[in-house]
């Protein structure tokens, strides 16, 4: 197996120990590295993500942290800084794609992981699919990257239903497509009873409070480091 393989079992790993800290008495620090926001944009830059995906990418990362800034709270093995970043970038190499045909969540995983991140990139591989669904499990920072995108329709947060017509229009092409998508919902439906059981809000309470708030600051600061990453480049 590679290296990359044996990293990702052995943070697996170290997360099942996390969550035994919560009951336990022993006490584990995990460190690992993790891109700032400015590197994240930098790297949105870098690979020349589209307009609408930066949008897109910078409304997810609105949606998994405003999450995970309640959640951690029950939850303290919840790492903000990866969810946070593992948002920015889930969709890194995604403008490739659209001439490649790559698998974008596997190729952007294996892409932070080139830049050393691994942790963030396999965060990043489970976007699309989740290793793992269970209906009782605590919740994990992969959980809340899956979830967030789910709830991002380009740039607008909408309930699970809407985004899965979407789904359905744009991939479901096949009967065994539809059944694939309809199965991998339900399990998203799960997914949300479980998270939103620790908040005081509910999922239709997230797009009147996100949806009312001023987006503009992160955009503008996306396009203040591409512009300085521009004239760098240019000296």
């Known amino acids: 197996m590679t290296f990359f393989g044996e990293r990702l079992i052995k943070i697996k790993s170290l997360d099942s120990m996390l969550a035994v800290h919560q009951?336990?008495?022993?006490?584990?620090?995990?460190?690992?590295?993790?891109?700032?926001k400015a590197q994240c944009y930098q790297m949105m830059c870098e690979m020349k993500m589209m307009d609408h995906i930066v949008v897109h990418s910078l409304q997810v990362c609105r949606v998994a942290t405003y999450l995970?800034?309640?959640?951690?709270?029950?939850?303290?093995?919840?790492n903000t800084k990866m969810i946070r970043s593992a948002a920015l970038l889930h969709d890194i190499t995604k403008t490739r794609s659209f001439n490649t045909g790559e698998d974008h969540?596997?190729?952007g995983s294996r892409f932070l992981a080139d830049r050393g991140?691994?942790?963030?990139?396999?965060?990043?591989?489970?976007?699309?699919?989740?290793?793992?669904y269970s209906a009782t499990k605590i919740?994990?920072?992969a959980d809340i990257l899956n979830y967030?995108?789910?709830?991002?329709?380009?740039?607008?947060?909408?309930?699970?239903?809407r985004r899965l017509d979407y789904i359905l229009a744009r991939y479901a092409?096949?009967?065994?497509?539809?059944?694939?998508?309809?199965?991998?919902w339900e399990k998203t439906k799960h997914m949300e009873t479980r998270l939103f059981s620790d908040l005081p809000f509910s999922p239709e309470?997230?797009?009147r409070i996100l949806n009312a708030e001023d987006r503009s600051v992160e955009l503008t600061e996306y396009q203040r480091v591409c512009h300085l990453n521009s004239d760098s480049e240019d000296v």
Do not use: C, W
């Open 173 to 184: 092409t096949k009967a065994e497509h539809r059944k694939r998508i309809y199965l991998l």
């Open 23 to 36: 009951f336990g008495s022993f006490n584990l620090t995990m460190t690992f590295l993790v891109p700032t």
């Open 105 to 107: 969540a596997l190729s």
């Open 68 to 78: 995970t800034d309640y959640l951690v709270g029950q939850h303290p093995h919840l």
């Open 139 to 141: 919740p994990v920072e």
């Open 117 to 132: 991140y691994p942790e963030v990139g396999d965060l990043v591989r489970q976007h699309v699919v989740l290793d793992e």
């Open 148 to 161: 967030a995108d789910k709830r991002v329709l380009h740039d607008e947060i909408v309930d699970l239903d």
């Open 205 to 207: 309470d997230l797009n």
